[in-house]
T-cell receptor, first 115, second 115 residues
Framework: DAEITQSPRHKITETGRQVTLACHQT?????MFWYRQDLGHGLRLIHY???????NKGEVSDGYSVSRSNTEDLPLTLESAASSQTSVYFC??????????????FGPGTRLLVL | AQKVTQAQTEISVVEKEDVTLDCVYE???????LFWYKQPPSGELVFLIR??????QNEISGRYSWNFQKSTSSFNFTITASQVVDSAVYFC????????????FGDGTTLTVKP
């Protein structure tokens, strides 16, 4: 069955370190997204991609970067981790259709703690 | 800019009670999609329903029903005869056709169903 996976599921790091969170989907979806979820809040969009070599900034992109070298993967990199980036990170993917968007399917999330 | 408001932060009911979760949205687009997701204590995000802006027909699926009213920009979600397993955080989300694939989420409503 097609799925979307994230790794690691839990990560503890120190301030200033570079961290990369992996996202892999086997749906063959063109669209992929990264969100963060902070306690008591909904999801906020960090970066997104509509296809290979395409990346776009979301509403909270500062301090994060992504790259899309193939359809299946969209790794999220924290260039220099900060305590404010302690959060739960969700990756999602969706088809691209004539309507422009479809339902997003989410990975299980990565809990990141920056000390 | 699009916005989703879930005014109810927390709701607590006793099992078998009916409960309605409110969602109010703002958008300038005439074409958009609305979603409800469930996030149980395990943390994953589970897709529940998607409605497009041209389809105001209300929907019932088992114990779940949704009331979409464009006139009041609301997309409310009702659980009939609630069960303990319904305890979760419920998120309403909005995607506009001009921001293909990107969703704006409300802050969520935490539903607790007591036995």
């Amino acid at each position: 069955d097609a799925e979307i996976t994230q790794s690691p599921r839990h990560k503890i790091t120190e301030t200033g370190r570079q961290v990369t969170l992996a996202c892999h989907q086997t749906w063959n979806h063109n669209n992929m997204f990264w969100y963060r979820q902070d306690l008591g809040h909904g999801l906020r969009l960090i970066h997104y991609s509509y296809g290979v070599q395409d990346t776009n900034k979301g509403e909270v992109s500062d301090g994060y970067s992504v790259s899309r070298s193939n359809t299946e993967d969209l790794p999220l990199t924290l260039e220099s981790a900060a305590s404010s980036q302690t959060s739960v990170y969700f990756c999602a993917s969706s088809e691209s259709s004539g309507a422009g968007f479809e339902t997003q399917y989410f990975g299980p999330g990565t809990r990141l703690l920056v000390l | 800019a699009q916005k989703v408001t879930q005014a109810q932060t927390e709701i607590s009911v006793v099992e078998k009670e009916d409960v309605t979760l409110d969602c109010v949205y703002e958008t300038r687009d005439t074409t958009y999609y609305l979603f409800w997701y469930k996030q149980p204590p395990s943390g994953e995000l589970v897709f529940l329903i998607r409605r497009n802006s041209f389809d105001e027909q209300n929907e019932i699926s088992g114990r779940y029903s949704w009331n979409f009213q464009k006139s009041t920009s609301s997309f409310n979600f009702t659980i009939t005869a609630s069960q303990v397993v319904d305890s979760a955080v419920y998120f309403c989300a909005l995607s506009e056709s001009t921001n293909a694939g990107k969703s704006t989420f409300g802050d969520g409503t935490t539903l607790t169903v007591k036995p």
